[in-house]
């Protein structure tokens, strides 16, 4: 039986503490790593101070369909996809710093955060194994989390079209009223009409908010 490298214990430690204190559940550290789920455990309760919750990973698409969540999603989405062609980053390595951007750019504009870590963790491997893409709306040229099998032809996203009862909670008012006071006109930056005012809105330089023709400069870590 060979023995593990202690360097690649090391690393697989420093990685599962950087995705617990994202809020990564158990399921998602034993993915990543090759730690055992015991020491994962101990780990967890030590960095958090209380056990890791219980329960499966949220396995359906349909959550990623839903109006704030797909905006959320699409505008996570975006971000990974311009780090992994603008720079040598994949893997967790490229879902931990397309996170971090997204919470940054949430943080400067006082919103709430939808999507949470394990949640951004399962959309990147939906979009892995296809079952999930991007379609352009037809109305703003933004990129928006879709399923592969409905039609896309003049794709018109949530936020050019608002269903009738989005954002009618009061979380999710919140939650829209907080990025659509950072000056963008529909509520998230996802379209290349609006680059200007979005990036005064506070926009973190790098972050791919547009359509395919952004040619935003990645600056970010």
Request: charged content about 20%; hydrophobic content about 40%.
């Amino acid at each position: 039986m060979s023995k593990k490298s202690l360097l690649t214990e090391m690393r697989d430690t420093q990685l599962a503490i950087e995705m617990i204190e994202l809020g990564a559940r158990p399921q998602v550290l034993e993915s990543e790593t090759t730690l055992s789920r015991e020491r994962l455990l101990k780990l967890y309760k030590e960095v958090k101070g209380v056990s890791p919750p219980k329960g499966m990973l949220p396995f359906s698409t349909d959550w990623f369909l839903t109006w704030l969540p797909n905006v959320h999603s699409s505008l996570f989405i975006n971000i990974h996809r311009y780090i992994t062609r603008n720079s040598d980053c994949s893997g967790i390595e490229a879902v931990l710093k397309s996170y971090r951007l997204y919470q940054e750019y949430l943080h400067t504009n006082q919103a709430e955060a939808v999507l949470s870590f394990t949640r951004a963790w399962t959309l990147n491997r939906f979009f892995e194994n296809r079952m999930l893409e991007t379609a352009v709306c037809s109305g703003c040229g933004g990129h928006f989390v879709v399923h592969p099998d409905d039609l896309h032809d003049q794709y018109v996203c949530g936020l050019c079209n608002v269903p009738a009862r989005a954002g009618k909670t009061r979380k999710a008012k919140a939650a829209e009223g907080s990025l659509r006071s950072s000056g963008a006109p529909t509520g998230v930056p996802l379209a290349g009409a609006a680059e200007g005012s979005r990036r005064s809105s506070g926009v973190p330089a790098g972050v791919p908010l547009a359509g395919a023709a952004a040619q935003i400069e990645l600056t970010a870590a």
